[in-house]
């Protein structure tokens, strides 16, 4: 396996700081920039908007006026794991390894990572880091705080770990929870959660149930929202660290089977299709809620970023030749939007971003901003340079001229 000059951050060995900051200049960090990072996958501008204008995404309202936002250029054929891991290390797909779900045929694990992770980059600098339920970190690695794994999590009823959703007590094949201990205080505290969200259901289970079976689904993914937002303030307020990274997948999982098409698109099912035309936008006003109580945990002195690693969009046929696009889990799940597109211009992400000296109302127009940048961007807030291997840039123009509180580098 090719394993670049980097060395991961590792608890037993506690690594000096890395060349881009000095002694000195580390001991002038005392009080250390506070971040939190939630991901959103898969957040689909299109849907919501309208919801930003009819006041049902109040908290995100305020986060737009108060910050900036823009589309985020993701990669090609963008699919959670393959886009998270170049947010996480500003490289290609075929640079840091998880090219995809499934890589070799083995689904995507942290043992693949080629390129130093920002976790482990941060970790290294002395910065406290929480992570929880972000896809791709599966067996999790050791931080200078804790990690709890997300999507492509192993475990009972869902044995490959792709789109599907074991409880933290049900995990097979790897660690969930770095440190060790931090499970038994989990499952004391929070309870036993759904580390991902629920698996899209068959065809078949549809098949003349289809009103009740969507709606089923609905519930259990509630369910998961409610557990992972119990997580998610209860690590925020006893687990309080510098850097937090938070994201759940239960929109994008709608969205693949739920999107309000119109009969006019491919794979339009009257029996699924009109039955909860709002379970997608839905997803979208649950989400706000979850952010409102992350929002009780960010001050003046807090950044606070919202990324989607792609968006998504109903079928176009002309971009597949195989009859069978529009089913997914192996040819047994219709699905009626997608994002793995070749072109991932057509399936933007999207970030929103408020903070000490980051610009009010502030929106970037075009593409200009990527999924590469967000690390750069990233290390620049807690004032350490971008290693060589990162493709992307700082988003510099987010930053107000004067008051920008976040360390320049020269
Ligand atoms: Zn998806």
């Given amino acids: 396996m090719k394993f670049r000059k980097i060395a991961l951050f590792c608890a037993s060995v506690f690594l000096p700081l890395p060349l881009s900051v000095s002694a000195q200049e580390a001991s002038t960090l005392k009080a250390k920039p506070h971040v939190i990072v939630l991901g959103v996958n898969g957040m689909e501008l299109d849907i ?42 500003s490289t290609d797909p ?16 942290t043992h693949m990572l080629k390129e130093e992770p ?19 970190t599966f067996p999790v690695m050791p931080v200078n705080g804790y990690m709890i794994s997300g999507m492509l999590t192993r475990g009972k009823n869902c044995e490959d770990g792709v789109l599907c959703a074991p409880k933290l007590s049900e995990v097979m094949g790897g660690d969930a929870v770095y440190p060790r201990g931090l499970q038994s205080e989990l499952l004391k505290n929070v309870g036993d959660f759904y580390i991902d969200c629920e698996r899209m259901p068959s065809a078949a289970d549809l098949k003349g149930h289809e009103a009740a079976v969507i709606d089923q689904w609905l519930a259990r993914v509630q369910l998961i929202r409610e557990q992972q937002t119990k997580l998610f303030d209860y690590l925020l307020t006893e687990r309080p660290t510098d850097f937090t990274f938070l994201a759940q997948s239960c929109e994008d999982r709608t969205g693949h089977w739920l999107y309000p098409i119109t009969p ?5 099912n009257p029996n699924i299709n009109g039955v909860r035309q709002d379970a997608f936008p839905n997803q979208y006003i649950a989400f706000d809620k ?7 945990h960010v001050d003046a002195h807090t950044y606070l970023l919202i990324l989607s690693d792609h968006g998504i969009k109903p079928l176009r046929e002309f971009e597949e030749k195989d009859p069978h696009a529009h089913m997914d889990h192996e040819k047994t799940t219709p699905v009626i939007a997608k994002h793995d597109f070749a072109d991932g211009d057509d399936v933007p992400g999207s970030f929103f971003v408020m903070g000490p000296g980051i610009k009010n109302d502030f929106r970037l127009m075009g593409l ?38 976040v360390a320049m580098h020269k």
Avoid at 94 to 109: K, S
Avoid at 118 to 136: E, H, R
Avoid at 290 to 296: E, F, N, Q, R, S
């Fill in 368 to 405: 200009g901003a990527s999924v590469y940048d967000i690390a750069p961007t990233i290390l620049h807030i807690y004032g350490l340079e971008q290693p060589k291997q990162m493709r992307g840039h700082v988003l510099t123009e987010i930053f107000g001229a004067t008051d920008n509180r």
């Fill in 264 to 268: 006019f698109n491919v794979g339009y």
């Fill in 94 to 109: 075929d640079e840091h390894g998880v090219t995809g779900f499934v890589v070799g045929g083995i689904t995507a694990n």
């Fill in 290 to 296: 979850v952010l409102g109580t992350v929002l009780k």
């Fill in 118 to 136: 920002i976790w482990s980059m941060l970790s290294k600098a002395g910065i406290t880091v929480g992570m929880a339920n972000v896809p791709a």
């Fill in 48 to 89: 919501i908007r309208p919801l930003i204008l009819k006041g049902q995404m109040p908290n995100l309202a305020s986060v737009i006026e108060k910050g900036a936002y823009g589309k985020l250029r993701t990669v090609s054929a963008p699919n959670c794991p393959r886009v998270y891991t170049t947010v996480f290390t």
